[in-house]
């Protein structure tokens, strides 16, 4: 199996889970993995919910902003190896031609921006789905990718986008 060293974290906003998974790839991949997010309607701004989430884990959530999926398509985009949509409409959205022909996989979580309530409430609900994304991100760095033939990486992916709290 060829290495996957760019992700593309996908979801229909590109300001809360998709951010949040971005991070998380980059932060635990120790530069083995470069990771990215867009949605394909962005909202323009990442959610605060994030940034504060960004911030208590130590990232500086500055560099972050949300961006169309259009960004990494056409001649001059940099190539990815693997889209993971987290949002249930982006996984049923006709994703664009990625520039690399990536690997495809669904890690559909909860939406905690969609969360009313108090700012304690709803950085509970990101601080849960960076706990349920970590878990993925961690499972996935985990695997062996130069020992596995390319559909033995794709029933992970799946087995991983099952995993607790799956949406």
């Known amino acids: 199996m060829t290495a996957i060293t760019t992700v593309l974290v996908l979801c229909t906003g590109n300001s809360a889970r998709s951010i949040l998974g ?31 989430q ?27 190896d693997l889209a993971i949509t987290v949002c249930g409409n982006a996984a049923g959205e006709a994703c664009p031609v990625f520039a ?29 789905t960076w706990h349920f994304l970590e878990m993925r991100v961690r499972a996935f760095l985990a695997l062996d990718l130069a020992g596995m033939e390319r559909g033995d990486v794709m029933r992970e992916l799946g087995r991983i986008g099952t995993m607790e709290g799956a949406a």
């Open 100 to 128: 690399g022909a990536p690997l495809r996989a669904h890690w559909g979580l909860a939406d905690p921006a969609e969360v009313v309530g108090t700012e304690a409430e709803v950085d509970a609900a990101f601080a849960s």
């Open 54 to 80: 960004l911030a208590r884990h130590g990232i500086d959530p500055a560099p972050f902003r949300s961006k169309s999926w259009d960004e990494f398509t056409g001649s001059t985009a940099i190539p990815i």
């Open 22 to 52: 971005e991070a998380l790839f980059n932060q635990l991949g120790q530069r083995r993995v470069r990771a990215f997010s867009a949605g394909s309607r962005p909202k323009g701004v990442p959610h605060p919910g994030a940034l504060r």
